[in-house]
């Protein structure tokens, strides 16, 4: 089954749980829509060209704060169009990227907060979908508040998504 044809599925299932998932959030946790266009650039080493063009919405699916504790749920869909002069450098025109991300937060003291990110990733043409399709990223850390206008955050990342596996302390 191709995943394209989930994908308005999925639309009217997050309509409705977006209702729900706007209450007790900021106004910067609202749906997010952006486009982005790239002229056409030569490609380095070549004389063929590239141009793109990119849209991308995001919205945030759950929010619950209980006590110190406060979880978060949000998804991401990108499409990007993309116009080769010459369709041997790369054989598809769409790609496509869906996000889940999970975050997790823990109050220690007025200054100390401890979080955690877990950012699952499918991306590709969506039609030749395998194991390389699907990345994630992880962070963990804890975020110091020095002042009012300076906060630290300290901890590590590690990621599936960046040609090897990568983590960084």
Known sequence: MKIRTCLPSLSLLLSFMI????????????????????SDRVIKGTTDEIGY?????RTPVF??????WKFAAGVRYQ??????????????????????????SKKSSDTLDWLFL?????????ENT???????LTIAGAKWKQSDNLQWIFGAVYTTGIGDDLFVP
């Not at 929010?63 to 110190?68: H, I, P, Q, R, V």
């Not at 499409?79 to 054989?91: E, M, W, Y």
């Not at 877990?118 to 969506?126: R, V």
């Not at 395998?130 to 994630?136: E, H, I, L, T, V």
């Open 19 to 38: 209702v729900n998932a706007q209450e007790g959030m900021s106004d910067l946790a609202a749906i997010r829509v952006a486009y982005e266009s790239g």
């Open 53 to 57: 063009d990119q849209w991308e919405i």
């Open 63 to 68: 929010f619950k704060e209980a006590g110190d």
């Open 79 to 104: 499409s990007v169009d993309l116009d080769f002069t010459d369709s041997n450098d790369l054989d598809e025109d769409r790609l496509h990227s869906l996000d889940l991300a999970f975050f997790l």
């Open 118 to 126: 877990f950012n699952p990733t499918l991306a590709g043409d969506y």
């Open 130 to 136: 395998d194991s390389d399709a699907f990345n994630y």
